[in-house]
């Protein structure tokens, strides 16, 4: 099997929302009585988004569409829990990665507001906003971890930081820091039988902040093989 190059890419989403003051006043808008509801809690994939304005009107929440305007293509699951002031749109994203032939099945859990831009049997990635994961694994007749990891770093030609042995679903892996001109990330590389599983989490660098790697921490809680 060939070996694959770590992808390192970013995917960046812009929404555009016209209007102008002046437009308004030359309108027909009518000017009504709302109340500021900044208790609400909007849970977004099993993810807690930030606070967000909501105004109520005539008994009706409204969101700004900028906090929502890319959730759209969202599971039909949305509830609302008047008792604890929460609105809970679609559900926990479970993504997993096999073959016939693949030693295990591979999976985590990503919450919140991811779009795929990769989806095969052997390769999945997903961006948010500013972020990305990749999450892949090939069979391969490498020696070991150490000799399959120094390959993969040589083919991605990224710039490792630092590299540390770590434990994913029980099974030995490595955790490589690393950058490249236009990405921050972290990527682990798990063995399991002759499969080599690889979770890429890459961040663009302009707007990175050393808080972002909380995500992937929590996405590697998540993996487990079966």
Known sequence: MIKKGLLICGVSFVFLLGGAAGALANSKFKEIKAFLNPAIKVELNGELLEPMKALVYEGTTYLPV???????????????????????????RYIDISTPESEG????????????????REHLMYSNYYMGIEFYFEKTAAASLDTYVTSALKASRIKATHTADIQMAKQNAKEITYETPDSVGKLVIVKYGADYVTLNFFVDKTRFKTSDFKEFDKIKASFNIQ
């Open 66 to 92: 900028r906090n929502i305007a890319s959730m759209a293509a969202l599971s039909s699951k949305i509830e609302y829990d008047s008792k604890n002031n929460k609105l809970t749109l679609g559900s926990e």
């Open 105 to 120: 099945f591979y999976q985590l859990i990503i919450n919140g507001n991811w779009g795929p831009s990769i989806l095969t």
